[in-house]
C-alpha cells in the first residue's frame, strides 16, 4: 500500500471516528448544540481529506442510477418521478445514521413526494433486512454493492447524505449528520 493511500485511509477512518464520538456526545441533544457540534465535525473533516480524492461533487452526475433493493429487485433512480432525491448514505452500526433515518423517516411521510429519501448502504443485505425490520424504517433501504456511491464521495463518514435532482445531478453533499435547519430546508416546497 503506498503512502498516499495509507493517509486516506487514516484521514477516512479519522473522519468515522469523529463522526461517532461527536454523535455519542451529544446524545439525544436537539437543536443549536447539535448542529454546533455537526458544524464543528464538518469543518474538521475537510480539514482533514486531500482535495484531489473528490469524484462526486455538486454538478456532477451520480455513477450509479440504480440500486438493488432488499428483495433482489433493481431501482432505477433515473426513472423517479420525483423532483429530488435525499440519498442517506449510512451503516447500520453507526447511532448517528440510526437517529437521522428515524427523523427523516418521519418527515418524509409528510411530503407530497417532491423529494424522496432513501437509504443506501453496502452493508450485508441480510443485515440490512434485520436492521430495517428492527427499527421500523419506512423509507426504502437500497444495496450499494461495492460500495461504488460512498467510494465515490469526497468524504468517506457516515451518514453522507447526497441531494440530487431528477437528472441525478448533485445539488447538495451534506457530510455527517443534517442540521435542523438543513432537514426543514430540505422539505420546503420548490
Request: aromatic share 8%.
Amino acid at each position: 500500500m503506498t503512502l498516499r493511500k495509507s493517509i486516506i485511509l487514516l484521514a477516512s477512518f479519522s473522519c468515522i471516528v469523529l463522526c461517532y464520538v461527536l454523535g455519542a456526545w451529544v446524545g439525544n441533544s436537539r437543536g443549536s448544540q447539535w448542529d454546533g457540534n455537526i458544524l464543528e465535525a464538518r469543518q474538521e473533516m475537510m480539514k482533514m481529506i486531500p482535495s484531489d480524492t473528490v469524484m462526486l461533487a455538486v454538478g456532477t452526475r451520480l455513477p450509479r442510477s440504480s440500486f438493488e433493493t432488499l428483495d433482489g429487485a433493481f431501482v432505477h433512480l433515473d426513472s423517479s418521478t420525483a423532483n429530488r432525491s435525499l440519498l442517506i448514505i449510512f451503516d447500520p452500526a453507526c447511532e448517528t445514521c440510526e437517529y437521522e433515518i428515524k427523523q427523516l423517516t418521519e418527515m418524509a411521510s409528510n411530503l407530497d413526494r417532491k423529494t424522496v429519501v432513501l437509504a443506501i448502504s453496502s452493508a450485508n443485505p441480510i443485515d440490512l433486512i434485520r436492521y430495517k425490520r428492527e427499527m421500523g424504517i419506512e423509507i426504502p433501504i437500497l444495496y450499494d454493492r461495492g460500495g461504488i456511491l460512498i467510494r465515490s464521495a469526497p468524504y468517506q463518514v457516515f451518514p453522507l447524505n447526497i441531494l440530487v435532482d431528477s437528472n441525478l445531478t448533485v445539488e447538495r453533499i451534506f457530510p455527517g449528520a443534517l442540521l435542523s435547519t438543513e432537514i426543514s430546508e430540505l422539505f420546503k416546497d420548490k
